[in-house]
């Protein structure tokens, strides 16, 4: 049973920023911010080859029904390479087709295991490399040292394999304290090894735009002192996860995947100063034909004005340049 450090517990927060929201003010008068998020996870879910108990039963192919088996399980293991060997790179090809930079949410085992894609995101294609994890496991169950050294651990191996050191995290399957406690991590590491600083967190899913949160552990320090969290959230819904997920993108909101992101962007486009997450994994919109749906939402907001496709870690940049952090204000002071 993991151990509650109330230190690292974030508050909940159903109020949010209201009725009026909150407009981001994004470069050149852009109406929305797209970010576009591949999880790279090919070679970092379970598997008896990596010392686990069984293989991966989720989010392939044969979906619920697959199952898992104590033992190698080929069928799974090469739906997971199909990522890595060709999806990926079909996504590539269509980003640059567009000229568009996105979030790379890199697991370390992965990297480790397609060192190419690592050097293509970082040298060649200037994509950005945020924290996923050293491997697709849950973590949940860890104690605070060794949640603490989780954290370093995956920061140092990404920047060793990819050469770019990791200022936004998204773990998704960590303890409840590690949200809490990355900007403290991340401070230790910038002291012990004059790495950055923690940029933003994606560990929520709970708004539309970026927010800043108060850190418990520093409620008793003068707020000249205090540094807060920048949360840029993530989301599910447009998460093509879902195609492995009941109900998928065929039934769940009428629609299908192509028209669910249309709809999607046409509302946060109309209301404006939002922003866009698109989830992507190689191993599922990275197939032929699923890729040709993306390809399709690509083309369609490719041809309207005023949209600014573009990473995590240029999104909360501008987030903290416009809106530096202020205690007590979600918002954030206006610069």
Known sequence: MVQVHEQYQLPRDFEGFGADSQDCQWPNDARIAVSFVLNYEEGGERSVLEGDA?????????????????????????DFEYGSRVGVWRLMRLFKEYGWKITIYAVARAMELNPRFGEYCVKDAGHEIANHGLRWLDFWDLDLEKDRQYIKDSCNKLQKITGEFPVGVYFGRSTVNTPGMLCEVYKEMHKEQGTPKLLYSSECYNDDVPYWVDLPYEKNLPDNEKEGMLLVPYNYDCNDGKFHMAPGFTSSAGQLYTQYLISTFECLYREGGKMMNIPLHSRITGKAGRSEALREFCEYISKKEGVWVTTRKEIATHYRERFPYKPGSRAGGAA
């Open 54 to 78: 069984h293989s991966e039963p989720y989010l392939w192919e044969k979906g619920s029904s697959g199952g898992h088996r104590e033992a190698r399980y080929l069928n799974a293991e090469q």
